[in-house]
């Protein structure tokens, strides 16, 4: 049974930190893709982050870039997003993410709030 299981997310005061993570299980994790993408009420999900099978190459919507970082650990079978100097505009809930080829594996998604 495949699992994508998100944590992390919260109240946070603008200018704050939270690192999401999430744990995945029922497939061969270090084969995929993974990515957290985001959705804020009233608009369409958004991709925040992305980083490759390996680790080794990452990619960042602008708005996000220079606040938050993805990273990965093949050997816990986890992903996870730091995010600092945290914006209400942040706001959203947060979904993780796992792609190979065709098959395509979404998380169940975690609140984000950010608000003073």
């Known amino acids: 049974q495949v699992q994508l299981v998100e944590s992390g997310g919260g109240l946070v005061q603008p200018g704050g930190s939270l690192r999401l993570s999430c744990a995945a299980s029922g497939f061969t994790f270090s084969n995929y893709a993974m990515s957290w993408y985001r959705q804020a009420p009233g608009k369409e999900r958004e991709l925040v982050a992305g980083?490759?099978?390996?680790?080794?190459?990452?990619n960042y919507a602008d708005s996000v870039k220079g606040r938050f970082t993805v990273s990965r650990d093949n050997a816990k079978n986890a992903v996870h997003l730091q995010m600092n100097s945290l914006k209400p505009e942040d706001t959203a809930v947060y979904y993780c993410?796992?792609?190979?080829?065709?098959?395509?594996?979404w998380g169940q998604g975690t609140q984000v709030t950010v608000s003073s």
């Open positions: 980083i490759s099978s390996t680790g080794g190459v990452t």
């Open positions: 993410y796992a792609r190979h080829v065709i098959t395509a594996y």
